[in-house]
């Protein structure tokens, strides 16, 4: 205890510290504006920050303050954390960590950790090496691994406290998503889903490493770990036993369903929330015989235990790729009149849902973007009404299925303004075609089973590929919206001086103002930018800017693997479009992390 309470010191945190209540910490340094503990600011996945000293009238004099190569040229999604004095900086594979001294100016090198690591996991990383950030608690940096590791450092000194092993590079899974620490676990998912791997998360002891549970996608009750009280109030949402009824045969044991997006958290329930990937494999004849749950699914889990006290499929049986994964914000919102807890959630299937987070409700879900294989979701059963003739075909090149498999965002997380009770959200305007082709498992190697052509929205005739948008999720309406010639994957930070930050794929990073959308500020950085910009106080008690640039992704793999145009189908169909839109020739590779001030 002693020793801890000497760490806090040194990071410059106040108040009392306990072993037993990491997330009491965390649920403490959350609300401290100056700070950045987690890779989305809080819990609740808000992005938003009460710092107002950058704001709407002095923007225009925002300069660069200092710059800092990661040392990694592939793709750079998440931010970095400022715990106390200290910010810690993640790259991409082979997964860098530096924890830097923000009371040097600008900053001095604490130290810096470089796991090792099999490099097989380079060849079976399906949408580029990414690493979308670290966790925080307890004086101790949580990190995972391309290859399948999570492992604990000490804050301070970047000394290895544990390792644990927690994903198989033989059987194609990797990690990129970001763990999140509840009370005294660190929670871990896996990525993998065009492998046939078998989604899960899973809770390790902070102190110590050891596994405490081990939760399944799908399979048989016992290993998805559902409870006795589990959908009680929504049975129509699915039960017992569906884990494994609702596929063919024993497909659930390659069914995908994986867990490499966001992660949130409800202390006064006591729930944890993620999200589920696309079932295996893209090809849905050979999945047919049921809903496929749950992937596609939304889950509401007990941290303590990792029971399932609700989940929700958006998408039953999947024929598209639209994975489940985007990040769950949670705001409290007046429904009827009355405060609301709730869950909101940017899917990839193009809609926008609305849940009472306590059990589950669909309370709204409209299209966020244009799409057009779901009349909409039903008020009746809460499922989709199809378009059968965009349902997905063995052997059928189905045209013009909007969005397509990227989504209408991928992981780029949204964020949310208490001021304006509206969203942020960068999306995605893509289109494509998909044709199912037989798929046979083989451990390790590919496991697609479809054929996709991707271009541009509303079936190829939109010359934007992405949009940065105002949302209203309750009215099911966007406010503005700021068109994008690429994708936008970054996820933005929103603060009370009234700004929305966000970058683009070719390399503008840009601050808006959140009622209006106008364009207030904007810089060109060197590689394009995927990933999610902090705010923070230094120890000079200026307000600073922070973001990586590094571009890659799903998106950018052309430009992050230098591939050639031959084969637009080349990248699960990311190679075609990316050329299509011109990024190969609008910014080029990096790892860099730019900090911003008031001149």
């Given at each position: 205890?002693?020793?801890?309470?000497?760490?806090?010191?040194?990071?410059?945190?106040?108040?009392?510290?306990?072993?037993?209540?990491?997330?009491?910490?965390?649920?403490?340094?959350?609300?401290?504006?100056?700070?950045?503990?987690?890779?989305?600011?809080?819990?609740?996945?808000?992005?938003?920050?009460?710092?107002?000293?950058?704001?709407?009238?002095?923007?225009?004099?925002?300069?660069?303050?200092?710059?800092?190569?990661?040392?990694?040229?592939?793709?750079?999604?998440?931010?970095?954390?400022?715990?106390?004095?200290?910010?810690?900086?993640?790259?991409?594979?082979?997964?860098?960590?530096?924890?830097?001294?923000?009371?040097?100016?600008?900053?001095?090198?604490?130290?810096?950790?470089?796991?090792?690591?099999?490099?097989?996991?380079?060849?079976?990383?399906?949408?580029?090496?990414?690493?979308?950030?670290?966790?925080?608690?307890?004086?101790?940096?949580?990190?995972?691994?391309?290859?399948?590791?999570?492992?604990?450092?000490?804050?301070?000194?970047?000394?290895?406290?544990?390792?644990?092993?927690?994903?198989?590079?033989?059987?194609?899974?990797?990690?990129?998503?970001?763990?999140?620490?509840?009370?005294?676990?660190?929670?871990?998912?896996?990525?993998?889903?065009?492998?046939?791997?078998?989604?899960?998360?899973?809770?390790?002891?902070?102190?110590?490493?050891?596994?405490?549970?081990?939760?399944?996608?799908?399979?048989?009750?016992?290993?998805?770990?559902?409870?006795?009280?589990?959908?009680?109030?929504?049975?129509?949402?699915?039960?017992?036993?569906?884990?494994?009824?609702?596929?063919?045969?024993?497909?659930?044991?390659?069914?995908?369903?994986?867990?490499?997006?966001?992660?949130?958290?409800?202390?006064?329930?006591?729930?944890?929330?993620?999200?589920?990937?696309?079932?295996?494999?893209?090809?849905?004849?050979?999945?047919?015989?049921?809903?496929?749950?749950?992937?596609?699914?939304?889950?509401?889990?007990?941290?303590?235990?990792?029971?399932?006290?609700?989940?929700?499929?958006?998408?039953?049986?999947?024929?598209?790729?639209?994975?489940?994964?985007?990040?769950?914000?949670?705001?409290?919102?007046?429904?009827?009149?009355?405060?609301?807890?709730?869950?909101?959630?940017?899917?990839?299937?193009?809609?926008?849902?609305?849940?009472?987070?306590?059990?589950?409700?669909?309370?709204?879900?409209?299209?966020?973007?244009?799409?057009?294989?779901?009349?909409?979701?039903?008020?009746?059963?809460?499922?989709?009404?199809?378009?059968?003739?965009?349902?997905?075909?063995?052997?059928?090149?189905?045209?013009?299925?909007?969005?397509?498999?990227?989504?209408?965002?991928?992981?780029?997380?949204?964020?949310?303004?208490?001021?304006?009770?509206?969203?942020?959200?960068?999306?995605?305007?893509?289109?494509?075609?998909?044709?199912?082709?037989?798929?046979?498992?083989?451990?390790?190697?590919?496991?697609?089973?479809?054929?996709?052509?991707?271009?541009?929205?509303?079936?190829?005739?939109?010359?934007?590929?992405?949009?940065?948008?105002?949302?209203?999720?309750?009215?099911?309406?966007?406010?503005?919206?700021?068109?994008?010639?690429?994708?936008?994957?970054s996820g933005p930070v929103v603060t009370a001086?009234?700004?929305?930050?966000?970058?683009?794929?070719?390399?503008?990073?840009?601050?808006?103002?959140?009622?209006?959308?106008?364009?207030l500020w904007q810089q060109k950085l060197g590689?394009?930018?995927?990933?999610?910009?902090?705010?923070?106080?230094?120890?000079?008690?200026?307000?600073?800017?922070?973001?990586?640039?590094?571009?890659?992704?799903?998106?950018?793999?052309?430009?992050?693997?230098?591939?050639?145009?031959?084969?637009?189908?080349?990248?699960?169909?990311?190679?075609?479009?990316?050329?299509?839109?011109?990024?190969?020739?609008?910014?080029?590779?990096?790892?860099?992390?730019?900090?911003?001030?008031?001149?």
């Amino acid at each position: 205890m002693a020793r801890n309470a000497t760490l806090l010191a040194a990071f410059g945190l106040i108040g009392s510290f306990s072993l037993a209540k990491a997330n009491d910490e965390l649920i403490k340094l959350e609300k401290e504006p100056g700070q950045w503990v987690m890779q989305n600011k809080n819990y609740a996945n808000t992005r938003y920050s009460e710092l107002n000293q950058i704001n709407t009238k002095n923007v225009s004099h925002l300069r660069l303050a200092w710059s800092f190569s990661t040392g990694a040229l592939r793709g750079h999604e998440g931010g970095p954390l400022v715990v106390g004095t200290t910010m810690y900086v993640h790259s991409a594979y082979p997964n860098h960590v530096y924890a830097l001294d923000l009371t040097q100016k600008p900053y001095a090198i604490k130290w810096q950790y470089t796991p090792v690591q099999n490099s097989q996991a380079v060849a079976v990383a399906c949408c580029d090496v990414v690493n979308r950030g670290l966790a925080y608690a307890n004086g101790k940096i949580f990190m995972v691994t391309l290859d399948g590791q999570v492992i604990a450092l000490d804050a301070n000194t970047g000394k290895e406290l544990w390792k644990a092993k927690h994903a198989d590079v033989t059987k194609g899974e990797t990690i990129t998503g970001a763990p999140l620490v509840v009370k005294d676990k660190v929670l871990v998912g896996v990525s993998g889903g065009e492998f046939g791997v078998r989604g899960r998360v899973g809770a390790y002891d902070i102190n110590t490493g050891n596994r405490v549970w081990l939760a399944y996608s799908q399979g048989p009750d016992e290993e998805v770990l559902i409870d006795s009280d589990f959908n009680k109030e929504f049975p129509q949402h699915g039960g017992p036993g569906d884990g494994t009824k609702t596929w063919p045969g024993e497909q659930w044991k390659l069914g995908g369903g994986t867990t490499w997006g966001w992660y949130s958290y409800d202390p006064a329930l006591d729930l944890f929330y993620y999200g589920t990937g696309n079932p295996g494999t893209w090809n849905a004849e050979q999945r047919k015989g049921g809903d496929n749950k749950w992937s596609c699914t939304i889950f509401a889990r007990r941290p303590d235990t990792g029971k399932a006290r609700w989940a929700y499929q958006m998408t039953p049986w999947d024929a598209w790729d639209y994975d489940g994964i985007n990040e769950m914000i949670l705001p409290d919102l007046t429904v009827k009149g009355k405060k609301t807890p709730c869950l909101v959630h940017f899917d990839r299937n193009g809609f926008a849902y609305v849940l009472d987070r306590r059990t589950g409700q669909l309370i709204e879900a409209q299209p966020f973007v244009y799409e057009n294989w779901a009349k909409e979701i039903s008020k009746e059963n809460d499922r989709p009404v199809e378009i059968p003739e965009k349902r997905t075909k063995q052997g059928v090149d189905t045209k013009g299925i909007c969005p397509n498999s990227m989504g209408g965002k991928d992981q780029q997380p949204a964020a949310f303004s208490p001021q304006t009770g509206l969203f942020y959200v960068p999306t995605n305007n893509m289109c494509m075609n998909y044709e199912g082709v037989e798929a046979t498992y083989t451990a390790g190697a590919p496991y697609v089973g479809a054929n996709v052509l991707m271009y541009s929205g509303h079936e190829g005739k939109d010359d934007y590929y992405g949009a940065f948008i105002c949302y209203d999720a309750l009215k099911g309406k966007r406010v503005w919206e700021i068109h994008e010639h690429f994708p936008v994957w970054s996820g933005p930070v929103v603060t009370a001086g009234g700004l929305a930050f966000y970058g683009t794929m070719d390399g503008w990073f840009k601050a808006v103002d959140i009622k209006t959308g106008k364009v207030l500020w904007q810089q060109k950085l060197g590689s394009g930018i995927i990933g999610n910009p902090i705010t923070f106080l230094g120890p000079d008690k200026k307000q600073y800017v922070a973001v990586y640039s590094g571009v890659g992704g799903w998106f950018g793999i052309a430009v992050a693997q230098n591939l050639p145009p031959d084969d637009p189908y080349a990248g699960l169909g990311a190679v075609g479009v990316a050329y299509q839109a011109g990024l190969p020739k609008a910014t080029t590779i990096g790892g860099e992390l730019y900090v911003f001030s008031l001149e």
